[in-house]
């Protein structure tokens, strides 16, 4: 038996969404990818969708998919949420692996192990539900093969484009629960996956006194032989229907994944021109680069910043270290506001640097809450007093 789950990387996302043309031009006029293959008609007849392929990196593809028939999967999906990613996508080093793995562990598959072979080779994948509503997993073993997918024609190799903006690769999915508990079972007794990181942050511990507030416990789980790493939010009281978290589950209609973020090795080259095409982030406030020194100092960080403090200030790039190094941060705003379009969904993208810190930007969970909530209030989803749910 398997000691652990042979996965060895991320093979791709699966977004789904209503409007095809919106978000292929959001992908790639925002965020620097490029369309390299779609479905082939065949393959769309028997899915019932209209699916496009599209590179962000040597190491990043997204599959856009829009029903064109009622029973497809993409319109199960889009009857339950608004646009969102339903599918993660792993690479392993063998279906059967991990079949042997997880079956005893309690994993629930959606089918059986499926074969296809074309003429790129042979590709083998099983795919299996989550403790994430109607997100789900794949497990795609294709080492010994050159395509995409047999769904798919590609005019581009996957693995061979270049990102404009830097991406290099996924460095973690976050996704939003309503309670963590369930989910982190799932990754800790079914995936098998180890517990990387923590943080529970209110900010009613900043300002007790705060009519209203806002909390999150955040966790990150990962692999570590391939380096996937998923953080994981949910709410927490006092103004637990405050919360961001809980408020992206409202939105979301159920738990889901909340950003993807994309790692790059200069992120104010990155966002200089991702500001320059129009991708809309959260602002910081200027309290928050005076505060800096003094949060870099109790984080143990002893190293310098080698980019220059007032630069990254005017890009509202955010800093977070620990006592191994430091690491550059950015989040967009999520699609819903991008779009002026509630159905567009709450997800959002991350652009991050890191410099020596594998952390997750604990020290900007105040500035980050701060930032979010400006976002949601401006959406009026704040409300500045609520019921307790009392009987
Ligand atoms: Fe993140």
Redesign the pocket.
């Known amino acids: 038996m398997s000691t652990q789950l042979p996965l060895t990387g991320i093979h791709s996302y699966e977004h789904y969404v209503s409007d095809l043309a919106r978000a292929e031009a959001f992908y790639t006029q925002k965020l620097g990818f490029k369309r390299i293959g779609a479905a082939t008609s065949a393959a769309s007849e028997i899915d019932g969708m209209e699916r496009l392929v599209l590179a962000g990196g040597p190491q990043i593809h997204v599959i856009l998919s829009k029903p064109i028939k009622d029973w497809s999967v993409a319109a199960n999906y889009l009857k339950m949420h608004p646009e969102g990613i339903g599918f993660l996508n792993f690479r392993v080093s063998s279906v059967d692996q991990a079949v042997t793995y997880l079956k005893p562990r309690g994993a629930s598959f959606l089918y059986t192990p499926q074969v296809r072979t074309d003429s790129h080779g042979t590709l083998k994948q099983v795919a299996i539900a989550t403790a994430l509503d109607d997100v789900n997993i794949r497990l795609i073993e294709d080492a010994g093969y050159r395509g995409f997918g047999p769904a798919f024609k590609l005019d581009q190799e996957p693995g061979s484009y270049t990102s404009p903006l830097g991406f290099i690769n996924v460095d973690?999915f976050?996704c939003n629960v309503r309670t963590l508990q369930p989910l982190t079972a799932f990754y800790r007794d079914v995936l098998g996956f180890e517990k990387f990181w923590e943080i529970e942050f209110h900010t009613n511990d900043v300002n007790p006194n705060l009519p209203v507030g806002s909390g999150l416990y955040s966790d990150v789980y990962w692999h570590p032989a391939s380096n996937i790493k998923f953080?994981n939010n949910e709410p927490i009281a006092p103004h637990y229907r405050n919360s961001q978290i809980d408020i992206y589950c409202r939105d979301n209609r159920g738990s889901g994944v909340q950003?993807v973020?994309f790692r790059v090795n200069n992120i104010m080259n990155t966002v200089a021109t991702m500001q320059h095409s129009g991708c809309n982030f959260l602002a910081s406030t200027p309290s928050y680069y005076e505060r800096m020194p003094a949060r870099l100092q109790r984080s143990g960080f002893t190293g310098t910043i080698r980019e220059d403090v007032k630069a990254l200030a005017k890009q509202h790039i955010l800093v977070d270290a620990s006592a191994k190094g430091y690491l550059l941060q950015i989040f967009s705003h999520e699609l819903a506001r991008q779009f002026q379009d509630r159905e567009a969904g709450p997800l959002f993208f991350?652009v991050i640097q890191r410099e020596g810190d594998e952390g997750?930007g604990g020290g900007n969970f105040r500035a980050l809450f701060e930032t979010i909530e400006v976002d949601q209030i401006a959406m009026h989803k704040v409300a500045a007093k609520l019921p307790l749910e009392l009987i």
Do not use: D, I, K
Request: glycine share 0%; aromatic share 14%; hydrophobic share 45%.
């Open positions: 973690h976050t953080a950003h973020a991350e997750f």
